[in-house]
């Protein structure tokens, strides 16, 4: 299967690890360059904007590392804030209440695309 119109293909679904590593993903954010990332949690991908809800900081700590060593929670290497992977929320450390960017992402046939928005968008070619 292609991507539907206006996808982005991330990658192929084998290079996202189960509670483990994860893949980074060009982006323009609020007409800034960053970056998203797609992760797997208990079978499920979910991709977010690599920013800290405390500081607007990358959270990974080495390329594609965004669990905590559990595997349980994301977490910000820089000031240790923990964020539930299904709904990007804070459940503990400085960001307590804020939650990470949602960037829509799906997985079909082995690939994984996100969807820009009106605030996501690709990078230019």
């Not at 189960?18 to 800034?32: H, K, L, S």
């Not at 499920?44 to 959270?59: D, F, Q």
């Not at 929670?73 to 949602?102: D, Q």
């Amino acid at each position: 299967m292609m991507a539907e119109p206006g996808e982005v293909l991330v990658c192929p679904s084998d290079q996202v690890l189960e509670g483990g590593r994860g893949v980074r993903f060009g982006v323009v954010a609020f007409g800034d360059k960053a970056t998203g990332f797609v992760v797997r949690h208990k079978g499920t991908v979910y991709a977010y904007l690599n920013r800290c809800a405390h500081v607007p900081i990358e959270l990974d700590w080495a390329e594609g590392e965004f669990f905590e060593s559990s595997g349980v929670y994301l977490m910000c290497s820089t000031h240790g804030a923990i964020y539930v992977p299904e709904s990007g929320f804070c459940a503990g450390g400085p960001c307590k209440g804020g939650r990470l960017r949602p960037i829509g992402v799906r997985e079909q046939d082995g690939q994984i695309y996100w969807h820009p928005d009106e605030f996501i968008k690709p990078p230019a070619p």
